[in-house]
């Protein structure tokens, strides 16, 4: 999988931070910049920028005569009168001003991604990433006297401090949500509880998650895709409805890729329900039981669900029973 590399590297004691990104997106290229300064723990006084075409080819308007000042949008001015850095860009054509610049982001690229680490997913590359990154602290760079780690101790107290908020390094937008309880985001749609439906809430779409907000509450939270068209559901935002509409159970798109990953218990359970409640209820009896995972952890929910079917106990309030039991036991 293609990604993109974001790389901050210190001037005087060489110290740098990477990270990658699935695209180069706005969002990406601040998101990076907010993980930079919280790993150094302050802000340089001032950052250079070059290659402007991929690292920042949507925070700057390229100008038509070299040497004239950039035009910086909005949402990087934003950026930085919150972080309260200044900003300076390298000359288009001009060698001499970025030797510094280009020798840094090679040496990163070259030790950080050489041999390509193999990840399963962003969160892993990037940690390794941070581990390769740091054991650079003990490299001592030629005619230096002073480790990368040593210089790094005395340059730290001259940055900037951290403001006390985060920016929201995010793209925001107000959506309806759909008659299917979805919000849509670049052609993908990501579902928020059915009781919710059709009313507009505000998403922001941050490099690798989404969330929904109606109003000051936090409504939904899922991982960002990056495909096109495709249906992200949260399966427990459907479950109320499902209660209401057992007939739906076998059918609904948002529960069959969650019923694939279930325990045995849980469909021991189901078709115990089913035996005994046949029309309707005993859907409706373990949807009830599902709900559980909206106030408790999956490994607890699962214990319970055991407990119940070997204390043959097999309804909801068996289940209840056991998860009081659970968790006074562990207190």
């Known amino acids: ?35 930079a300064f919280k790993h150094f723990g302050g802000v340089p006084h001032r950052i250079s920028y070059d290659n402007l075409r991929t690292a920042v080819k949507l925070t700057f ?12 949008v909005r949402a990087f001015v934003a950026f930085r009168s919150h972080y309260l850095f200044d900003s300076h860009f390298c000359t288009p054509g001009q060698g001499h001003e970025k030797g510094q610049v280009e020798h840094g982001v090679g040496y990163t690229r070259r030790n950080a991604m050489v041999p390509l680490p193999e990840a ?37 107290l001259l940055l900037l401090p951290l403001p006390l908020s985060d920016y929201e ?18 052609t993908n749609r990501y579902s928020v509880p059915t009781n919710r439906a059709r009313r507009q809430v505000t998403l922001k779409a941050y490099p690798f998650h989404i969330e929904i907000w ?35 159970f076998d ?6 890729q969650w019923k694939a990953g279930w325990p045995l218990s849980y469909h021991q359970m189901l078709a115990n329900l089913r035996e005994k409640w046949p029309e309707g209820r005993g859907v409706q009896e373990f949807v009830r039981i599902l709900q559980f995972h909206q106030h ?36």
């Not at 999988?1 to 740098?16: A, G, Y």
């Not at 390094?169 to 670049?186: F, G, I, N, R």
């Open 61 to 72: 308007e390229k100008t038509r005569k070299a040497g004239r000042p950039r035009q910086e």
């Open 214 to 248: 109606d109003g000051i509450e936090l409504v939904a939270s899922h991982p960002r895709c990056y495909d096109r068209e495709q249906d992200i559901f949260d399966p427990l935002h459907y479950l109320s409805l499902l209660e209401q509409r057992p007939g739906a």
């Open 120 to 156: 399963s997913s962003f969160e892993n590359l990037n940690q390794q990433l941070l581990e390769r990154c740091l054991k650079e602290d003990s490299r001592r760079v030629a005619r230096e006297q002073e480790t990368i780690g040593e210089a790094w101790e005395k340059e730290r």
């Open 1 to 35: 999988e293609k990604v993109q590399l974001f790389i901050m590297r210190l001037c005087s004691s060489r110290r740098t931070f990477a990270m990658t990104f699935p695209t180069q997106e706005q969002e990406s290229f601040l998101w990076g910049h907010l993980q």
């Open 251 to 256: 059918y609904a798109k948002p529960l069959k």
């Open 296 to 331: 408790y952890e999956a490994p607890l929910v699962e214990q319970a669900i055991e407990q119940a079917l070997s204390y043959g106990c097999a309804h909801f309030d068996g289940v209840q029973s056991c998860l009081r039991q659970l968790i006074s036991s562990a207190d």
């Open 169 to 186: 390094c995010c793209d925001m937008k107000m959506v309806h949500l759909t008659p299917y309880s979805q919000a849509t985001y670049e």
